[in-house]
Every structure is written in structure tokens, then in C-alpha cells.
């Protein structure tokens, strides 16, 4: 190799040595806060549907983990991060199975991509937790969020067959004046009425 391009070769790597040792840097600290944010996450437990102390705490671990991949530390391509996140969410579930805030994370993280998954990641999150009225009202806000008034509309009506709870039939009236008005929210104080008895009805409809 002639002398003149030998030394071009070596300006070149040269040059590049300040930008590698910066990447490397970058990669190091990623993977080191990576690191803290998953040393407590215990990944051999297993979801209980009477969740201790210990079990929220988890949850608030994995809440956390999630945050920090979403924000794509490794600069993963999109769909490779999205592909992660899937299995991120599964792998979560299945030591978080009874958490209904983990659920609608995961809903409201694959409505972005695909509204078919997002709705049976929902129905998947009523049959792990049937009883959970908020997972219920929460479920249908979103669907409400989204503009999906005869989605909303089902859960609620699912909810108070089902369920038959204050908190249930409260949210429904309030719904129903939201979208159709104190006529037809009226109604569905006279139907809860007839199903159940509670003075928290009656203060409910005195407020509305």
C-alpha cells in the first residue's frame, strides 16, 4: 500500500475513535440504567388474585420498567420495539395476571397499533378479573375516549347484569347523561332502583 493511503486509512480510523468511544459510553450508561430500573423485579413470582403488599410493589416495579422501555433505551427499530414491548407486557402479566392497571397499559399501548388487539387484550383483561368493577368503568372510559359510544354503552350494560354494584350503575347514569341527556340517564336510575336498593344511588342522581 503506497505510503499516502496508508495514512489516509489511519486519519480516518483516527477520527473515528472519539466518536466510538462516545458510543460506547452512551451504550454502557443505557444498559446500566437498564439494569437498576429491573434488579427488583422478581420474574419467578407468580400473579395471586389476593395481591399482597409485596405484589403492588411489583407491580409498581414493572409500571416503571415498562415506562423506561418505551422510551426505546436501545434504539431499537420500531418494530422491533414494538415486538418487545409485546412480550414485555405477556411477560409482566404473567406475574401481575390480577392487575387491572397493567391491562389497560397494555390496551392503550397496542390502540396505537392495531385496534383488534387492543380489543382483545379488553376482553382478555375482563375474563382474568370478571369481578374488578373498576377494571369495568375504566374499560369503558377508554372506549368512550375512543368515541366508541355502543362499546361503552355493552361494558356498562355487562357490568350491571353481571356485577349488579352502586358503583356500577352509578357510572352508567352518568354516561348515559353524557351522551343521550337526563331523560334517558333517568331511566337508568329507575332500572337501578329496581335492582338494587342503596342510598348511594339516591345521593348519585341528587348531584347529577
Not at 74 to 101: E, G, T
Not at 126 to 149: G, K, T
Not at 165 to 193: A, L, M, T
Request: with cysteine; glycine share 2%.
Amino acid at each position: 500500500m503506497p505510503l499516502l493511503l496508508l495514512l489516509v486509512v489511519l486519519l480516518k480510523h483516527i477520527s473515528l475513535l472519539p466518536l466510538c468511544r462516545s458510543s460506547s459510553f452512551h451504550l454502557i450508561h443505557r444498559y446500566k440504567k437498564r439494569e437498576e430500573v429491573w434488579k427488583d423485579i422478581d420474574l419467578k413470582s407468580f400473579s395471586i388474585r389476593n395481591m399482597t403488599d409485596s405484589d403492588f410493589v411489583q407491580v409498581s416495579l414493572w409500571k416503571k420498567a415498562i415506562a423506561f422501555e418505551a422510551t426505546n433505551p436501545m434504539k431499537l427499530p420500531s418494530d422491533f420495539l414494538h415486538n418487545q414491548m409485546n412480550m414485555m407486557y405477556r411477560r409482566c402479566l404473567a406475574c401481575c395476571h390480577f392487575s387491572p392497571d397493567i391491562w389497560l397499559s397494555y390496551a392503550e399501548y397496542e390502540s396505537h397499533f392495531s385496534w383488534e388487539t387492543c380489543e382483545s387484550i379488553l376482553h382478555d383483561a375482563i375474563r382474568a378479573i370478571p369481578n374488578c368493577v373498576f377494571l369495568r368503568l375504566a374499560i369503558a372510559d377508554f372506549y368512550e375516549s375512543q368515541n366508541r359510544i355502543d362499546e361503552a354503552n355493552h361494558v356498562y350494560e355487562q357490568m350491571v347484569d353481571i356485577l349488579d354494584v352502586p358503583g356500577g350503575w352509578i357510572g352508567y347514569q352518568q354516561f348515559i347523561r353524557r351522551r343521550k341527556g337526563i331523560k334517558e340517564s333517568r331511566e337508568i336510575f329507575r332500572r337501578s332502583r329496581l335492582a338494587l336498593l342503596k342510598p348511594d344511588l339516591f345521593i348519585a342522581a341528587g348531584r347529577n
